[in-house]
């Protein structure tokens, strides 16, 4: 079986969240389980040259917009799999990598560019895996071509969606520019007057997957299925959950070479020292008996900054730190400064995209919030187990599915977690971890299950290959 992934962003070419992590170690472990693939991701301006190993093709000539765009294809292997970046300039080398108005187009290119370069490596691929709305337009080329093209005849798609709230909308009258001019294709696109990639990523591809199984059931409802849970529920059958691994290889306390000391599940005086050099680092003053409560993640209303604003002065009232390592909103931003400022002993920030700052505070941390609004798979909680840090998080999507409650009479559970979407219900759990904390033997019990468990990729990449079997039978 021989696999495509596209996907906008990749580890370590690019990455602004949980995308560019798994679509980076999606690849290497569909290899360790036997299956070839190729990963086709853009050449970003932010992509570091060390990574870029080779000129593939100097030609990969685009037919665009009514005439050709010059790109390039750059090689890799740097994620551990081989890989193409598409190089076009025009498109790619900009401040950010989201953001522009033309979004939409940019990506349309990069999903056209991409099956014009298959077609120049080879054979078609059995499927075509595509990820998030930026890959829609893939999802109807495949699906329109597959009618008249000869090449596209045997290959299937799949289409994981990563975050259901952000779906590529843009002016019906751009898929002309796109070649997307057929009642076929304008219809997967339409939806409710505009045109929208992601839903034409669900309406048309084979298989469709999502990052979690609660994800996988949450998107069919109103409340997390931002106006398409009609779709989600109409192809139900034909939907499933995978929970995200995580790349042990980068993810590591034993190996880390981003944190002070490295350590493991039987010796975790190495994340004492980690502990103390976060606090200097921070200058905050290093009480080691005082808790950490971290946070790690982009400053919006998805991740649940409104519920830590409300709970973090009885965080602080209790003696506790705070640490937060995030960029975004602006308000967010401002919260973190004035609590900085209001209490500067015990509150440390970071404003700003860091990602070896991200490996000291998961091991220096006591404790990891994640009161999520809602939360497709998420990352963080189970870096946080890896390196005994036990998660408090809001009950939904892949936090749900990945963190067990602390429970004092069995001694099982690796956190804390709680339901409805209210400051009072997450300072209780916050409260309960006080009191675990305080007990050195239990909190090492919570600790030890959680950095116990086995998220790795393996496990993942065994169902995806379920799931191609599935698309292709
Ligand atoms: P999402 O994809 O919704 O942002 P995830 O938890 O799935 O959330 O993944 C977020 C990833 O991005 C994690 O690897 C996390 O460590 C990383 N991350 C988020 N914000 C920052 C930041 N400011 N600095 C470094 N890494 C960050």
New binding site residues.
Partial sequence: MRVAVISAEAVPYS???????VAGALPKALKAVGIDSVLITPCYWQTKGEHLWDTAIHDLNVDWRGGIYPAKAFYSEANGSPTFLIDAPSYFHRDSIYGYREDHERFAFFNHAALVLLKRIGAAPDIVHLNDWHCGFAAVEIASARRWDPYWQNTRTVFSI??MAYQGGFGMDDLWKFGFGDAFQQNAFALDGHASAMKAGLAVSDILSTVSPTYAKEIQTAEYGYGLEWLTRQRSDRLIGIT?GVDYDVWNPETDKDIPVNFNLSDLSGKAECKKALLEHFSLPVDLERPIFAN???LTA??GIDLMMQVAGDIIAAGAYIIS???GEKKYEEFWQALRNYAPQQVGIYR????P??HFIEAGADMFMMPSKF???????M?SLRYGTIPIVRAVGGLQDTVQNWDAVSSSGNGFKFGPYRADRFLERIYEALFAYSDKEAWSVIQQNGMREDHSWENAARKYVQLYQWALS
Wanted: aromatic share 6%; glycine share 18%; proline share 3%.
């Fill in positions: 990455k602004t969240g949980g995308l560019g992590d990563h975050n995200n790690i993640t982009r998805q991740k390592l995030g960029s700003g995209y860091n990602e700052l991200a939360e497709p798979c998420g990352l963080n909680q870096y």
